[in-house]
């Protein structure tokens, strides 16, 4: 009989514990093992983990843990043929949770992982309740190598929130290996590339989300671009940049057509806060497919919100005095707001062409932009050389335009120097006269 391990991080989880613990021991096809991987938590975890006996406790300190090695080590102490993940606050929906994450493992020797569905908890705000709905379906799924052209990076599809792995193709592939983000992304690449098969599986169901807050959300999108960048060889497609776009247009126009104007806002604000302020602009040229001009694209997003705030005003007071609101109103709202907004840009004299927008048109209509871009792709390879620790970008030419890059200085220890050093992972960013180069 095939044996099952779960494995379960904490830290400071008190208060969801136990409860997981207790739907863990009801489960249809119970776990035969169950480790819980502590880091030195503050609060009654430990103690409370100590009352159920048949539960395994491993303690590391807290500056030990990484999502990557932690879940390895735990794994590689493990005894199960399949070894499942969840993290300290997913609650199974069901008791037969378990039994159909492995399923796909058990039916197939090609499945090497295997996840589950995430539904939002009761207290989730609207937006995160549309974020699960759009990233986790109703049909379950199996992706190989051959549906990466046509799926993108969502054919690499994981997460450890619910998760099962083969423990003969993990040890086989390697295993997750040191990483702060997306693990099990990594290891489902990994797997793909070499011929196995990803599983999700729509009915294994966990109640699990997060009210995160603007700059919180901020630093996990950070922390992904990173993690992209630097696995680019093994997540190699590009796609992840359409795929957020497809995810936040889909939101967006659902709590447009709710009248949902306070999540609707808060979304607009954060993508264009992402915009302004992401450290991942000079990868911008390959994944954007363009001119990473940054300023342009916070115009756009200015735009956006302010369109979509009136026209959603205009949606949600018709609401409030009984009329119903069709999508195709709403997009009709939209557009009048858009035809207003130029007639007082165009009537207002000299105005358009001294707009951020008509100055990005003509800068990439006349050529220099190519330039730009070339001077960008020039960096990147500088800055994606694994056998260049210390990288020494020659200086951009004077003349951008309205584009906005986040320069690096000759001082190593400006912040924007730090911030690209440690993106790409870099001993040292400076930069040198082109002239030097």
């Known amino acids: 009989m095939t044996k099952v391990s779960l494995v379960i991080p904490t830290l400071n989880a008190e208060s969801d514990i136990e409860g997981l613990l207790n ?50 080590m735990a794994l590689r102490k493990s005894t199960g043929d399949i070894v499942c993940f969840m993290t300290q606050d997913a609650v199974p929906a069901d008791d037969s949770y378990i039994e159909n994450l492995i399923a796909p493992i058990l039916s197939d020797d090609r499945v090497a992982v295997s996840s589950g569905r995430q539904l939002p908890k009761d207290d989730a705000r609207r937006f995160e309740q549309l974020v699960r ?57 990994k797997a793909v590339n070499a011929g196995y098969s990803v599983a999700y599986a729509a009915d294994a169901c966990v109640h699990h989300s997060h009210n995160l807050t603007p700059a919180e959300q901020y630093r996990r999108n950070y ?83 302010s369109v979509t705030y009136f026209s959603g005003w205009i949606v949600a007071y018709q609401k409030r005095n009984g009329k119903i609101v069709s999508e195709r109103n709403a997009y009709i709202c939209e557009i009048v707001v858009i035809l207003i907004a130029g007639c007082i840009l165009i009537a207002n004299k000299g105005t358009l062409k001294e707009s951020t927008s008509y100055e990005c048109y ?41 584009l906005m890059h986040m320069e690096v200085m000759e001082d190593p220890k400006e912040w924007t120097n730090t911030v690209v050093k440690q993106f790409f992972g870099k001993e040292s960013v400076i930069e040198v006269p082109r002239s030097e180069r």
């Open 23 to 72: 739907r863990i021991y009801r489960q249809t096809r119970r776990p035969d093992e169950v480790i819980v991987v502590d880091s030195n938590s503050s609060d009654s975890t430990v103690d409370i983990v100590k009352t159920f006996e048949w539960v395994r406790l491993v303690s590391i300190q807290r500056s030990e843990f990484n999502h990557g090695l932690t879940r390895d």
């Open 223 to 305: 922390a992904i671009g990173r993690f992209l960048e630097s696995n680019r060889q093994i997540v190699s497609c590009s796609s992840e940049v359409g795929e957020g776009g497809r995810l936040v247009k889909s939101v967006s126009r659902q709590l447009l057509h709710e009248g949902n104007i306070r999540e609707f806002v808060a979304v607009a604000m954060f993508c264009m806060y992402c915009a302004m302020y992401a450290p991942g602009v000079y990868a911008g040229v390959e994944l954007s497919g363009g001119v990473p001009n940054t300023i342009f694209q916070v115009f756009l997003l200015t735009l956006f919100v």
């Open 362 to 402: 003509t800068y990439i209509e006349s050529g220099q932009a190519d330039d730009y871009k070339a001077q960008m792709e020039e960096r990147l390879s500088l800055l994606r050389n694994p056998e260049l620790k210390n990288v020494k970008l020659p200086a951009m030419n004077s003349d951008q335009g309205p």
């Open 133 to 189: 709905e759009f990233n986790y379906g109703l049909e379950s799924n199996v992706r190989s190598k051959a549906d990466v052209a046509t799926m993108g990076i969502k054919a690499y599809f994981a997460t450890d929130v619910c998760s099962a792995y083969r423990r003969s193709a993990y040890i086989e592939l390697g295993g997750f290996g040191k990483t702060d983000m997306s693990e099990d992304m990594l290891m489902a690449a």
